[in-house]
């Protein structure tokens, strides 16, 4: 992951991404530490005994390249570990420590998730490692821990600890730990449905090598319906982002302007942060000037293409609806009427499918076939608005962790032919 050049100064950097760590609850109040090394050598961390939950960017510590304090409060007390790999690996210039729930799960069973389960995941993971127990704030822990990094590992694993995983900047390092926290998080929800589906490094490739080049136009002044659907996309990221239906790294969304153009997220930016001025206007299979759209552009078009009725599309990776993906158990919404209702049958999609450019995936989603699992890559959901597709969405994922905690309770029992075929006369379902 290469990142732009930094113009957040490292206080301010600091206390967002602490801020966004402790709002998705992937840390404590007081677990958890964040650093950013500068050109002068310089290493900004958070401080000690400093509530996480209400950071400023005056609690923020600097410790000088000769050893020297600027700051409050005490820097962290795991400064030594962060200061440790940074001498091992001066490509890192940024590490962010935290004791998120689903890697400290992996971290007292002395074990690593296995991030093949996406390729996304994967690729943003880096190398994973796992370094050896020694007490917090240690000598003996910063050992251990820059020697797995100085073995080209990039996101660690601490026994009976947590996690630890660096980048070449803030921003890289918390998009890599979140995808971590969501392989892991993930790969526990799989277990529990069945045997978990990874992919091989062939499959790696497919989605790794595709590429998309649309051609570019300029367009011209926006409208007020366009404005008002680039703010509505912009909104529902967020929402999405914080209710943990999508992450930074991964997923689209888009919505339908007229019968030929539609507007959907940028590629390769993080998805809570867009703002209007990012969501990319595509127009008779043209992207907008100066903007790169998703690489999963064509696939939104040929939905759109194939059904009129269809009004926006988001690509998502919701962890328990997401753990369908990975493995062979269908996903039924014969649970509650809501979930049929705003679902009916959902479908599972081979892998690669939405990769191609000959709008195949278009088979699997409809108006009258709304949701769609896609092996080994989560979801895709579409509705006749931004609102109406996000509303699946979350029933969507709703759903399937309901199914999934269902089984710790006893015998999942669907509701009959008789209670659906109700539900479809009731509800003008076709």
Not at 230 to 244: P, T
Not at 248 to 270: M, N, V
Request: proline share 5%; with cysteine.
């Amino acid at each position: 992951m290469h990142s732009p050049r930094p113009l957040i100064h490292p206080r301010d950097e600091i206390t967002q991404t602490m801020s966004r760590i402790y709002g998705y609850r992937m840390t404590t109040t007081s677990g958890g530490n964040l650093s950013i090394r500068d050109d002068n050598g310089d290493i900004w961390i958070s401080p000690a005994r400093v509530d996480k939950g209400n950071l400023t960017r005056n609690d923020i510590v600097c410790v000088k390249a000769d050893g020297t304090i600027d700051g409050l409060h005490p820097p962290s007390s795991e400064f030594p570990f962060h200061k440790a790999i940074y001498d091992a690996r001066p490509d890192i210039r940024a590490i962010v420590h935290a004791h998120p729930v689903a890697l400290v799960a992996f971290s007292i069973c002395q074990a690593t998730p296995n991030t093949k389960l996406f390729h996304q995941t994967h690729s943003v993971s880096g190398t994973v490692g796992f370094a050896p127990y020694a007490c917090p704030g240690s000598e003996q822990l910063g050992t251990n821990i820059a020697a797995t990094f100085a073995e080209g590992c990039d996101s660690v694993i601490l026994e009976n600890h947590g996690v630890v995983v660096g980048g070449d900047s803030l921003p890289c390092a918390f998009q890599r730990f979140e995808a971590f926290e969501f392989a892991g998080k993930t790969l526990i929800k799989a277990q529990q449905l069945g045997t978990v589906r990874y992919l091989d490094n062939d499959q790696l490739d497919i989605a790794h090598n595709r590429s998309v080049d649309l051609p570019t136009f300029e367009p011209d002044t926006a409208k007020p319906n366009e404005r008002e659907l680039r703010r509505q996309l912009c909104e529902f990221l967020r929402r999405g982002c914080r209710q943990r239906l999508l992450i930074s790294t991964e997923g689209s969304f888009s919505a339908r302007l007229d019968d030929d153009s539609f507007l959907i997220t940028p590629t390769q930016k993080d998805r809570e942060g867009l703002n209007v001025d990012d969501i990319v206007l595509v127009n008779g299979g043209r992207r907008e000037l100066g903007k790169k759209a998703s690489r999963a552009v064509l696939a939104h078009k040929a939905i759109y293409d194939s059904d009129p009725a269809i009004q926006a599309i988001v690509f998502a990776h919701p962890v328990n609806a997401t753990a369908f993906s990975v493995t062979d158990v269908v996903f039924d919404t014969r649970t509650i009427p809501e979930s049929y209702v705003f679902l009916l049958d959902v479908d599972h999609v081979p892998y690669g499918v939405q990769y191609l450019a000959d709008g195949s995936i278009a088979n699997f989603v409809s108006s009258k076939s709304p949701a769609a699992i896609l092996e080994n890559d989560g979801v895709v959901v579409a509705g006749k608005s931004i609102l109406d597709a996000f509303d699946r969405l979350e029933v969507l994922e709703a759903t399937a962790e309901a199914v999934i905690n269902a089984g710790s309770v006893g015998t999942v029992s669907v509701m009959p032919d008789a209670v659906i075929a109700e539900l479809r006369s009731a509800f003008n379902l076709g």
